[in-house]
């Protein structure tokens, strides 16, 4: 959801970002979408392309969860940029996903 309000609203942007194949992340934007927490439409300017934006749920679960890890953290994150927190994030994302692949194999 990070990746979406940040503006890379589209399945290839997202798993680009995430060092991930498209076909990898279509399932959890599937989730989210179900959940509530994402819109998905088609693109105005070509039908073809997908593209995802936040619902006012997914922004207050996203801003809940930064705060969250604000929280957990104290006050040295505090110290830190957002975005530097972002990125930080999507790397022990990456991290973990690459240990449970490690282990699933």
């Keep these: 959801m990070s990746a979406i309000s940040e503006g890379h609203t589209s399945p290839g942007a997202i798993a680009s970002l995430m060092m991930l194949p498209p076909s990898m992340v279509s399932g959890d934007l599937n989730q989210l979408v179900d959940g509530g927490l994402i819109e998905r439409q088609r693109d105005s300017s070509d039908g073809r392309w997908l593209i995802y934006t936040l619902t006012q749920a997914g922004q207050e679960m996203l801003s809940g969860a930064h705060q969250v890890y604000v929280e957990i953290l104290g006050d040295k994150l505090d110290t830190y940029p957002r975005e530097d927190l972002d990125r930080l994030l999507r790397m ?12 699933e194999d």
Excluded: G, T
Excluded at 92 to 103: A, K, P, S
């Design 92 to 103: 022990l994302f990456e991290v973990c996903r690459y240990v449970r692949d490690r282990v």
